[in-house]
Each structure stands twice: as structure tokens, then as C-alpha cells.
């Protein structure tokens, strides 16, 4: 691919057919990537990146899709990028998350597209934080990045987004014990999801009596949602938006959190 000036101004216009064949070339082409990555860093910095992240069976595309509907009655442009499973015949994504999220692929302020996990580990794919720079300078305000379903180590999210939800299940239980360590511990956001579903109360709890993150001095929320209703859905994106930046740029503890920039 040529990365030239026409080629940036359709991207940071938004034009979503130069958006989708950037993002295929950085899937197909490694080689593309550090050309790609030099002529869009100008441009980004400015949308707020949301990890939304937990294991399989949580309901985070449901959750997701709620949010994105939430997001765009408040005015908001947003982006999805739903890491999927690979499929063992083609190697590409399984669309799963995708089709839960499909009620919104058709408007104009949304773009939703699925990477193939192939094995990467951590939760996302290869390309996912580049993936994330082509659609923060095409301008999207909220790029939410949808992990495939992780367990206690799967914690790369924590580098790549500035606000990390970790959804689970009720039921959570003991279980809770042995996850501090791990993916429970780079939330900023905590959500009980299905909260219809036994169990929901108890497992808030739990996540509540978790000690604070060493140098919080407050402790996370934890929130109850059920994302087929759509309850607590305009909580979670109200805490959501009490995170993002005041300014473009403004990020502190994403960058102590990160490390080196991607």
C-alpha cells in the first residue's frame, strides 16, 4: 500500500472503505506497519481507548453493543475493534462478536470491525493497537476494544487502553481469590453482567471487598449490568466518561500503566 497525502486525508475524513483496506493491509502485510504507524502518529492521541475485557461467557459483545447504543444516543462517534477467536479452517476471525454487534454496523458514527486472535497472546491480535491508530486519527471520540475471552494472565489490554473494564459473570465465587493477581487487577471498572441471573448480588460484593490498587485511594466501582435489558448501561458509560482526558493527550496513568509507547 502507498501511504500518501490523499490516502491520510481519506482516513482522517473517515472514509470507511480506506479504513477497512488500511486495517486489512496491517492484518495481511507486516511489513506495512512501521510506514503506517510513522504517518499516522500526528493524528492520534485524541479518542478515549476502552479495553472492555473478562472470560468467555461474560456477554461482553452484548455489553458492548448496549454501550455503543448508549454512547451514540449522548452524540458520540465510536469504534469497535472485538477481537474474535480464529477460525481453524480460514485463520480469520469467527464473527461472533461481530453479529451480536450488527444492530449498529449500518450508522454512520460507528464502525465495527473483528481481528482474528491467531494464536497472539494476551487477549488481543498482532495488529490490535495499530488497529486502534488507524481509527483514533480517522477521529472516532471512543474506541472500544473488545478482548477475546481472557483469563487471569491475559492482560495486554492494560498497555494498549486508557480505561479497562473487566466484565464477568455471576457466580464468580472463590474464584475471585485467585484473579487478583491477574486481569481483576488492571481494572478500572469492575461489572457484574447478567445481573438478572442468581448470584449477581454476591459476586458485586465480593469484587467490592477487594482491597484498593496500591497508590488508589479510592476503590473501583463495581457496577451491576444486564445488557439484554439495558440496565445499568448508562451507569457504566457514565463511568466510562468520568475517565477520559480532560485534554488530548492527557493520560498519566495510562502511560505509567503502558510503559513504552505502542
Known sequence: MVIDADWLQRIRAGDRRTIARAITSLENDPACTEGLRAALAPYTGHAHVVGITGPAGAGKSTLVNALVGEFLRRGHS??????????????????????RMAEHQAHERVFIRSLAARGHAGGLSRTTAQVVDVLDAAGFDLVLVETVGAGQSDV????????????????????????KAGVLEIADILVVNKSDLPGADRTARDLRAMPARRGERTRRAVLKTASTTGD???????????????????????????????
Do not use: C
Open 156 to 179: 495486554a489490554i492494560a498497555k494498549l487502553a486508557r480505561t479497562r473494564v473487566v466484565v464477568y459473570p455471576p457466580g464468580l465465587g472463590d474464584e475471585i481469590q485467585a484473579l
Open 232 to 262: 445499568g448501561v448508562a451507569q457504566l458509560a457514565n463511568a466510562i466518561m468520568e475517565r477520559e482526558p480532560r485534554n488530548p493527550g492527557e493520560d498519566s496513568d495510562a502511560i505509567a500503566m503502558q510503559g513504552p509507547p505502542r
Open 78 to 99: 465510536i469504534a469497535v475493534v472485538a477481537v474474535d477467536p480464529s477460525s481453524p479452517f480460514t485463520g480469520g476471525a469467527v464473527l461472533g462478536d461481530r453479529i
